[in-house]
T-cell receptor
Framework: EDQVTQSPEALRLQEGESSSLNCSYT??????LFWYRQDPGKGPEFLFT???AGEEKEKERLKATLTKKESFLHITAPKPEDSATYLC????????????FGKGTTLSVSS | NAGVTQTPKFQVLKTGQSMTLQCAQD?????MSWYRQDPGMGLRLIHY???????DQGEVPNGYNVSRSTTEDFPLRLLSAAPSQTSVYFC?????????????FGNGTRLTVT
């Protein structure tokens, strides 16, 4: 069965304090791993897609990396506006078009 | 460009009532889907469609019906609401022929069943 586990559940950082969010996955053939950002009262907003181990993608203060078992979302020198819930999802050969989501990591950045 | 539009934003129902959650997209996406989001759980797929006239069940389909008569619209029907259906519902769409095209989400409908 395809599974996605995100850790930690919640993370509090000071502005400028870099850290990483983890997404561990077990799938029957990875077709893609997706990172989304969700603000309170809003729908998830797409950030990145990673397809194969070793791949990295960057956007502003965020960098996503992928290994055969997990993905990391690195946040460098975060700002208060980076506060949100970050969701990880996988698309597998077994699930077809469906995405399997983790429970998310809620990030709070204080100034 | 509106993207994915969901209505209503909030709804309160009594047990046994029926209602339809509306979803429309203006991106000409073939794939559309409905997810529910509950505290402490990840987004879970209810139903999805790969094109007009084609629908299929996701992980948690019981108590919900869908239809897809046009490319743009994908309504979700609750036939007899139950308190267990209290949740936030998200509609999402994507291209299907582009490999691993990301899902675009609406801003959700918050449903409370009393």
């Amino acid at each position: 069965e395809d599974q996605v586990t995100q850790s930690p559940e919640a993370l509090r950082l000071q502005e400028g304090e870099s850290s990483s969010l983890n997404c561990s996955y077990t799938v029957s053939g990875l077709r893609g791993l997706f990172w989304y950002r969700q603000d309170p009262g809003k729908g998830p907003e797409f950030l990145f897609t990673l397809y194969s181990a070793g791949e990295e993608k960057e956007k502003e203060r965020l960098k996503a990396t992928l290994t055969k078992k997990e993905s990391f979302l690195h946040i460098t020198a975060p700002k208060p506006e980076d506060s949100a819930t970050y969701l990880c999802a996988v698309q597998s050969n077994q699930a077809g078009t469906a995405l399997i989501f983790g429970k998310g990591t809620t990030l709070s950045v204080s100034s | 460009n509106a993207g994915v539009t969901q209505t209503p934003k909030f709804q309160v129902l009594k047990t046994g009532q029926s209602m339809t959650l509306q979803c429309a997209q203006d991106m000409n996406h073939e794939y559309m889907s409905w997810y529910r989001q509950d505290p402490g759980m990840g987004l879970r797929l209810i139903h999805y469609s790969v094109g007009a006239g084609i629908t299929d069940q996701g992980e948690v389909p019981n108590g919900y019906n869908v239809s897809r008569s046009t490319t743009e619209d994908f309504p979700l029907r609750l036939l007899s609401a139950a308190p267990s259906q209290t949740s936030v519902y998200f509609c999402a769409s994507s291209r299907i022929h582009a490999n691993n095209s990301p899902l675009h989400f609406g801003n959700g409908t918050r449903l409370t069943v009393t």
